[in-house]
Each structure stands twice: as structure tokens, then as C-alpha cells.
């Protein structure tokens, strides 16, 4: 991905993670609470197999329609 979708990119995750802060439903890993900025990052990594960083620039809108989703499926 260029430098300037990955700038993008990390915004809307910055902002899906600050969306999702107190939603995502408890887990015995982490008794302090999720980290929301991370289960976004690690939930595109897993869809993609990749890194937001690394994903083709054509897959830029798949990304995020997908934080979208995850966004309003906090589960």
C-alpha cells in the first residue's frame, strides 16, 4: 500500500478503535479490557493475511467497507 492510503487507513482504524472503546464483549485474556485499536488491526490482518500496511492499494475500499462491518459487529 502507498504511504499516503496507509496514512488513511490508519486514521479510520484510529477512529473505528475509538468507536468500538467499552464495546468489544469481556475476555478471559484480558482482564483489564480489550485493546480496541489492536482488534481491529489483528481482525484485517486475519481477513486480509496481511498487515494494513501491507495490502494491495486495490483492496483499499474492501478494508474500509470491512472496519465498517466490524464497527457495527463488535462481537
Known amino acids: 500500500m502507498n504511504k499516503e492510503n496507509k496514512v488513511k487507513l490508519w486514521r479510520i482504524i484510529q477512529k473505528a478503535g475509538d468507536y468500538l ?3 468489544l ?3 478471559p485474556n484480558h482482564p483489564k479490557g480489550r ?3 489492536a ?3 489483528i481482525c484485517i490482518k486475519n481477513k486480509f493475511n496481511a498487515s ?3 495490502i ?3 483492496k ?3 478494508v474500509v467497507n470491512y472496519i465498517d462491518f466490524l464497527k457495527k459487529n463488535p462481537n
Do not use: I, L, T
Request: no cysteine; glycine share 0%; charged share 45%.
Open 21 to 23: 472503546k467499552n464495546q
Open 25 to 27: 464483549p469481556d475476555h
Open 35 to 37: 485493546n480496541s485499536y
Open 39 to 41: 482488534h481491529v488491526a
Open 52 to 54: 494494513y500496511k501491507d
Open 56 to 58: 494491495e492499494d486495490e
Open 60 to 62: 483499499f475500499d474492501d
